[in-house]
């Protein structure tokens, strides 16, 4: 961890001396997954000890499944540098916030990444927008049942799904007998 600290974030740095946030002409717009092939397939294990820890990657499904539920998750590819992805993701607090992420990625590991998000330039761990766009992209889609956000629906019963109880069900006294 001391040495990434003194590292510092080089795709951060390779961002803004190449003015990657506004340019939008070098940029190609992937659709589907299909089309990132080369992004590595990781680990559960191997996304943890990116995140240094369990929160972001807890947060990861639940925050890509609503960015991709509302049509909010633009995967694009730097045409001057294929191994380096740009995501724009909206904020899950603010629907106008919008934050632009950069993932570098080089055979089967991360090698960097750098958010416009308030903690998205750190190089040790990563913010949810990272650890959530590498759980989907290198770990989720992989999945054949990707784990359910809700664990908990299937043992909710609806209301109206719920036979009314009539008076030959139930016992007049009261009491039950064995």
């Known amino acids: 961890m001391l ?10 740095k390779y961002v803004e001396d190449n003015n990657l946030i506004r340019k939008k002409a070098i940029y190609s717009e992937v659709n589907g997954t299909e089309n990132v ?3 590595p397939k990781l680990t ?8 240094m820890g369990v929160y972001q990657l807890k947060q990861a499904p639940r925050y890509t499944e609503s960015h991709l539920s509302d049509d909010n998750y633009m995967l694009q590819t730097c045409r001057d540098r294929p ?4 995501v724009k993701l909206t904020s899950r607090h603010s629907s106008s916030r919008v934050y632009s992420l950069w993932i570098e990625f080089s055979g089967d590991e991360v090698t960097g990444w750098y958010c416009t998000c308030k903690v998205g330039a750190r190089v040790v761990g990563c913010c949810a927008h990272i650890a959530s766009t590498m759980w989907y992209l290198g770990y989720s889609r992989w999945e054949l049942e990707t784990p359910s956000t809700c664990k908990y629906a299937d043992s909710i019963l609806n209301a109206k799904d719920v036979p009314l109880e009539t008076d030959s069900d139930s016992d007049s006294d009261g009491f039950i007998e064995e």
């Not at 191994?83 to 740009?86: G, K, M, Q």
């Open 3 to 12: 040495d990434k600290a003194q590292l510092g974030n080089q795709v951060q």
């Open 37 to 39: 092939l080369d992004f």
């Open 44 to 51: 559960l294990q191997q996304i943890r000890d990116i995140t």
């Open 83 to 86: 191994n380096l992805l740009r």
